[in-house]
């Protein structure tokens, strides 16, 4: 198979013809800022707004949605695409519960670690005044597994590990727009039956 050559912030790269331009990057090396990138996975659906580009003649992407192209030239530090990428980060953090300390992925999370790649101080943004401040409750209907509402930024992945192990989600998106969570099976029989208790849900959170 012919692989496709383009260039990838002044760097040539080559990728099999239907790669995203994000996964390309990150194959070859160059970092663009995502949530829901795993390189098992064909995951990314835009939903972060964290990996913007600007590819010339197109104009500003999601590299996670966009096949690469023979010739294509992406930029991936542009002034608008830094600026949209704290835009989007911002209000990762605006519904996000910031007490870091008492947080068990405290030191070894992406979003601090977004945060400093960005310059962006992981504080409630004044841009954002007048959404939801209240916290949800926790959701335990599932034996197994405690799900903070507040903590999730839905990217999606541990979606993903547990359809594919599983053949089948016993965890999925549910409501839409801002009242958007994960909804955790609590059919006790059908959780016995279909989870291994792998922990692979919990250990891909970031």
């Known amino acids: ?58 104009g500003l992407v999601t590299a996670c949605t966009l096949p690469v192209k023979d010739g294509m030239v992406v930029h991936t530090q542009t002034p608008e695409v830094n600026r949209l990428r704290r835009t989007a980060f911002k209000l990762f ?14 030191k070894n999370c992406e979003l601090q670690k977004l945060a400093a790649k960005l310059k962006v101080k992981l504080k409630k943004p004044e841009d954002f005044r007048g959404l939801p401040t209240e916290l949800i409750p926790l959701d335990i209907t599932n034996p197994f597994i405690i799900y903070d509402p507040n903590r999730c930024i839905l990217c999606g992945k541990c979606v993903w590990v547990c359809s594919n192990k599983n053949g089948e989600p016993l965890i999925d998106f549910a409501y839409r727009g801002y009242e958007t969570r994960l909804t955790l099976s609590s059919d006790i029989a059908l959780i016995e039956e279909k989870c291994p208790s792998c922990g692979e849900c919990v250990d891909i959170c970031p």
């Open 93 to 106: 953090i605006a519904y996000h519960d910031l007490d870091c300390r008492s947080c068990w992925k405290n």
């Open 1 to 58: 198979m012919d692989l496709i050559e383009l260039t990838i912030e002044g760097r040539q790269v080559k990728a099999k013809p239907g790669t995203k331009i994000l996964k390309a990057a990150m194959d070859a090396g160059i970092y663009i800022p995502n949530l829901c990138y795993l390189p098992e996975a064909d995951l990314p659906f835009g939903g972060c707004r964290l990996c913007y580009v600007e590819v010339e003649g197109r």
